[in-house]
């Protein structure tokens, strides 16, 4: 699966758009001009980003897509890239063989397109149509505490900072991903589908309300919302039919029953769970129709209110 991601802080994790492979064929981009060139990778992003095309956007983008023709086909229609690109997708002899000490940078221009090679641990060469030859400082923690000063190309700092937020659909999604599981695979890329919405949603729902809530209980909390609407058979407890706490006798009693010769029944304190601890109680208050386990007073009067 492709996906085509905002890289904005507030939107972080959100699946603008995406598309699923099913053949080398069928993502036809012929009605653009200039396309037929282009190869597999190069036409999924131009695929995924034609509604963007034409209005002075940057697309961010990993080494498997990013190639200098690429790039120059995105500035004939107002687009700019920015991305890695691997050693035999057009970057000139000259460029490789340049030799680098660590942390040192070497730039070639050609028009409107910049290549940087940065050596690190390893050789990294990237591409961009937007940016300029420039340096930013960086600092990084040595054996014995020592802090070692160095410059880093721009650029390649803004991918790094812009380039997770596929990542982050990956992280938020991948302890609910059905791909492991013996499923059909129809019904995997369902489930797949089905986690995207639910992220995406989630990501407006904490915008709406000013607060971050975990995938798991956004799910469950999206879950009670469609039960609660569309289901004939299910009431939600509200303060209609509840019990007044005036017509309660308010009277604590333990639970007559026992298991086995010593361990007494208990129940779990419904309070508590709504609050995500899970507290056992041997409490009961008689003249509640529902018996709730409730380990104190004050949880007594929460639950009437």
Known sequence: MFSLCPSA????????????YIGKDIYDVSHIPGTEHLSFSEKIVVHLCQNLLNSNREVIADNWYTSVRLCEFLLTQNTFLTGTIRSNRGVPKGLASVPLQKQQSCFVRKD???????SDKKDVYLLTSKHTAGFCEKQRYESGGKVFYYNKPQHIEFYNQNMGAVDAVDQDTEPYSPLRKSYTWFTKIGLHI?????????????????????MYKYTRLS???????????????????K???????????????????????????????????????RKCYIGCPEKPGLCTAEHFENYHK
């Not at 802080?9 to 995406?18: A, H, I, V």
């Not at 409107?112 to 940065?118: A, I």
Request: proline share 3%.
């Open 112 to 118: 409107m397109l910049l290549l940087v090679r940065y």
């Open 223 to 241: 879950c009670r919302g469609i039960i609660l609407k569309y289901s004939k058979g299910y009431q939600e407890m509200n303060d209609k039919n």
């Open 9 to 20: 802080p507030e939107l972080r994790g959100y699946t603008w758009n995406f598309c699923i």
């Open 194 to 214: 089905l986690h995207q919405m639910l992220l995406n949603s989630k990501i407006f729902y904490s915008q709406a309300h000013k607060k971050q809530v975990s």
């Open 243 to 281: 019990p007044s706490s005036s017509k309660v006798l308010h009277a604590m009693a333990d639970f007559p029953k026992k298991v086995g010769k010593k361990r007494a029944l208990r129940k779990v304190c419904v309070i508590c769970k709504r609050h995500g601890v899970r507290k056992l109680t």
